[in-house]
């Protein structure tokens, strides 16, 4: 669906660079959540935005994780250092204003060697 | 905060046969519970939601069921199909909007 949009789809890096993940929300969201997917966790809710505010930050893991929203459409989650243990899919999703019907983006597919 | 608890974990079932997937959610103001399928490779996609104010709905093969009380909610796919094989996520949102916490996933075996 092209009203979450993440990039890049996959990247590949090594242990201690920084890793930053985009989403754009293309019309009609009012949230954004960013959401890892790993066969172990599943589906953990790292942060929540409302109107461009972070309201629920506790998932994420620690210091290392950072995300803002600069404005309504744009995201980022960033990782710096990043290590191994942080390879999984990062989901971007946002809830369509008029429904309340949670929208994923396609994930980025993050791999740190 | 909410937590969303889903069994079982894995599932399979013969084609044609019906498959039920059950969660419990902790936070009562909980108001919006929708069910995701999620295909090996692919992001989660919305197959169903029901709200409070409604105990049942269906779709075709599919049904949803919620009891506020015992604040517990079910999936059913009737008359099974390989294609039904993937990962179903139940989920949990206060205010539809807010804050949707996901229970663990049910992969889902149909076999043919």
């Known amino acids: 669906d092209a009203g979450v949009i993440q990039s890049p789809r996959h990247e590949v890096t090594e242990m201690g660079q920084e890793v930053t993940l985009r989403c754009k929300l293309i019309s009609g969201h009012n949230s954004l959540f960013w959401y890892r997917q790993t066969m172990m966790r599943g589906l953990e809710l790292l942060i929540y935005f409302n109107n461009n505010v972070p309201i629920d930050d506790s998932g994420m893991p620690e210091d290392r994780f950072s995300a803002k929203m600069p404005n309504a459409s744009f995201s980022t989650l960033k990782i710096q250092p990043s290590e191994p243990r942080d390879s999984a899919v990062y989901f971007c999703?946002?809830?369509?204003?008029?429904?309340?019907?949670?929208?994923f983006g396609e994930g980025s597919r993050l791999t740190v060697l | 905060g909410e937590n969303v608890e889903q069994h079982p974990s894995t599932l399979s079932v013969q084609e044609g046969d019906s498959a039920v997937i059950k969660c419990t959610y902790s936070d009562s103001a909980s108001n919006y519970f929708p069910w995701y399928k999620q295909e090996l490779g692919k992001r989660p996609q919305l197959i169903i939601d029901i709200r409070s104010n409604v105990g049942e709905k269906k779709d075709q093969r599919i049904a949803v069921t919620l009891n506020k009380t015992a604040k517990h909610f079910s999936l059913h796919i009737t008359e099974t199909q390989p294609e039904d094989s993937a990962v179903y996520f139940c989920a949990a949102s206060l205010n539809y909007g807010q804050n949707f916490v996901f229970g663990p996933g049910t992969r889902l075996s149909v076999l043919p």
């Open positions: 999703a946002s809830p369509y204003a008029n429904t309340g019907e949670l929208f």
